[in-house]
């Protein structure tokens, strides 16, 4: 239920449920401890009174009813032989207290819980549980005279004062503060709540905004970004990686969208020329070279064949190759298994050289590895003029592995690009018949997955790419 509500009110509900739960306690330990202050003054005025009271019987005189407070005396059987005070007209409503035990020390005092009040029950609960103080007096003898001032038979002692500390000053304070936290405590909560609820809506208004905002921006509105609070808080913070994940979405559908494109564009061409040729061929079958027409098309379907391959390696989203899958892999056995591919292939146009220590150790894939030193092999023999020199090492940072040759280079201003998918320089373009742009995308690729770097490098002379992946 709590689930559906808003933000706010949930955090509205919590704050006045609890302010309303530590001002109900806060009050309570207030009303408990005026009304224990209250009890505690009334019995200190209690002991007073019964200090007084007792100090004339031990002289052996009865001292004349001037306190505040209802007061008993009791004879030594326990008896009541005198009531004072206030509550005169009442009586107690149970047992009287217990008299001075024998052998009581000079200090003996006592405090005892009795019920006063007429002999009514609702009188008599009403003023039930309440404390006297007792204090003991032990005269042997007290003087009485009669009505006309003649002295009578003294009573013996020891006599019992008991001084009623009455919780009526308590009580009173208690009904006056009571209806002041009746009503102050849920009007405090109450505004706890609605504090909380105006803070919480202050709060969520730069949330609001950002939610708007992404609601608004769409496929083709990626250039938006949501608004940044002044605030530097955590809504700053998210603002600004919102804005970072848009930066990304936007570049990610960008690189997208080029991709299709520059897709579409190399399959057109190898499509186109394959379509020619079935017509050509189709509409003069007399005049057609059916074993060339079949080598042409063959090769074209081997160039759209070659670039699905590649685009369909680009496009996977998991990474071959796994943590899981890596061995160790001699760099150095690569170049020469593909060292001895290519010679035949060459021939006597370029020179193949293959500069590496007996082993070259790194943790990979073998088969990834093998398409990455092929891509850039591939790229090499494309455009140098008579020598490719393939090296491998092992450094202190890991393993380096080099391709070089002898033709134009790559500008400086391109050496980022060129790892692109579908770049292929000017120069290169009228050269490069057979690439589809996408070798060296791959081959980045291949390296950034097993945690290396492939780069362009500065050379005298040609194209040096270098490819530093960590040792096994």
Not at 276 to 301: C, F, G, I, K, Q
Not at 371 to 397: K, P, T
Not at 439 to 445: R, T, V
Request: aromatic share 4%; glycine share 8%.
């Amino acid at each position: 239920m709590l689930g559906r509500l808003s933000t706010r009110l949930r955090t509205s509900l919590a704050a006045g449920l609890a302010a309303l739960l530590l001002l109900g306690v806060g009050a309570w330990w207030l009303r408990g401890h005026m009304y224990d202050a209250q009890l505690a003054a009334a019995e200190a005025d209690a002991q007073a009174q019964a200090r007084v009271i007792s100090s004339g019987y031990k002289h052996g005189q009865q001292l004349a009813d001037n306190g505040q407070l209802p007061y008993l005396v009791l004879d030594r059987d326990g008896r009541v032989l005198a009531m004072g005070g206030p509550l005169t007209t009442q009586h107690l409503a149970g047992d009287p207290p217990a008299a001075v035990p024998n052998l009581a020390p000079d200090d003996w005092q006592s405090v005892q819980r009795v019920t006063i009040g007429p002999a009514g029950a609702a009188a008599a609960n009403r003023y039930s549980g309440r404390s006297f103080t007792a204090m003991g007096s032990w005269s042997p003898l007290l003087r009485q005279t009669d009505e006309s001032g003649q002295p009578v038979k003294p009573m013996v002692g020891p006599f019992t004062v008991y001084v009623l500390a009455t919780p009526f000053a308590a009580e009173a304070s208690l009904r006056t503060i009571d209806p002041v936290l009746r009503l102050g405590v849920p009007v405090a909560a109450l505004l706890v709540a609605l504090t909380a609820w105006l803070a919480t809506s202050r709060a969520l208004r730069p949330v609001e905004a950002i939610r708007a905002e992404l609601a608004e921006i769409g496929e083709h509105r990626l250039d938006r970004r949501v608004p940044v609070p002044r605030s530097g808080d955590e809504l700053t913070r998210m603002a600004r990686t919102t804005n970072a994940t848009l930066d990304r979405l936007e570049r990610s559908a960008v690189q997208q969208q080029r991709f299709v494109a520059d897709a579409s564009h190399e399959l057109r061409s190898p499509i186109a020329a394959l379509r020619t040729n079935l017509e050509v061929s189709l509409a003069h079958p007399e005049r057609t070279d059916w074993p060339a027409a079949t080598r042409e098309a063959l090769t074209s379907v081997e160039r759209l064949q070659q670039l699905t391959e590649d685009l369909l390696f680009l496009a996977r989203g998991s990474h071959p190759g796994a943590a899981g899958q890596f061995t160790a892999v001699d760099l150095s056995a690569v170049l020469r298994e593909l060292a001895d591919q290519y010679r035949p292939v060459l021939g006597a146009r370029l020179a193949l050289r293959v500069d590496a220590p007996e082993a070259v150790l790194v943790r990979g894939s073998r088969i990834r590895l093998h398409r990455l030193v092929r891509n850039l092999l591939d790229n090499a023999q494309r455009h140098a003029a008579a020598e490719v020199v393939l090296s491998a090492r092992q450094a202190a940072h890991g393993c380096v592995l080099e391709v070089r040759d002898d033709g134009p280079g790559v500008p400086p201003e391109d050496r980022e690009r060129i790892f692109e998918p579908f770049t292929r320089l000017d120069e290169a373009r009228s050269r490069d018949a057979g690439g589809s742009g996408l070798g060296l995308a791959i081959a980045a690729d291949i390296a950034t997955r097993h945690g290396g770097t492939l780069r362009v490098a500065h050379a005298p002379r040609g194209a040096r790419f270098v490819l530093e992946l960590p040792s096994a």
